[in-house]
């Protein structure tokens, strides 16, 4: 998942697994994050520490370490001297180089993506509620004479609603 769909699950456990007609099947991926999500290493951390928990749980013998498990997933070389916070700081420090060398220099800033930008989202939504609000009056005003026959006892639209 997350070196084919460039994804971490953000919530993994042995129940996210279902066996298929002899393949492994990820469930419930809604709440994925990209890898250079602010907080995707963490999540990947806890995804992998769940799978590890699990089958030592249930007796897999040579179950792979958190940390070795995590730089298998992501094929990210790690110093083992780190401690736990450096390790992950590290991990993520390698999710943004390597995602810098796929998807570009500008990889990761806000900037390049209209829909991070607060102000540019703000804008979008502004329009599509003036937009709406000039449909319906056109409508409205295209519709009194029915309006008036339609009956009485309907509720009518309050533009501000949109």
């Known amino acids: 998942m997350y070196r084919d769909c ?11 697994l279902l066996w298929f007609e002899r393949r492994l ?3 419930d991926v809604s709440q994925s994050v990209e890898p250079w999500h602010p907080e995707a290493m963490t999540f990947l951390q806890r995804d992998v520490t769940n799978l590890v928990s699990y ?9 792979m370490s958190v940390r070795d498990a ?3 997933v992501t094929g990210y070389q790690v110093d083992e001297d780190l401690d736990d916070q450096q390790f992950l700081a590290q991990m993520v420090r390698l999710a943004d180089i390597s995602g810098k060398a796929k998807f570009g220099a500008k990889f990761g800033s806000p ?10 989202t703000y804008r979008r939504a502004e329009e599509a ?7 319906i009056s056109s409508e409205s005003s295209n519709d009194e004479d029915a309006d008036d026959v339609a009956g009485e006892g309907e509720e009518d639209l309050d533009i501000d609603d949109i």
Request: glycine share 2%.
């Open 6 to 16: 460039h994804l971490v699950h953000a919530d993994f456990s042995e129940y996210n």
């Open 25 to 27: 099947h990820v469930i």
């Open 55 to 63: 089958f030592r749980k249930v007796g897999v013998k040579d179950v």
């Open 70 to 72: 995590m730089c298998h």
């Open 111 to 120: 900037s390049d993506d209209p829909f991070e930008n607060f102000d540019d």
């Open 129 to 135: 509620r003036l937009l709406a609000r000039t449909l």
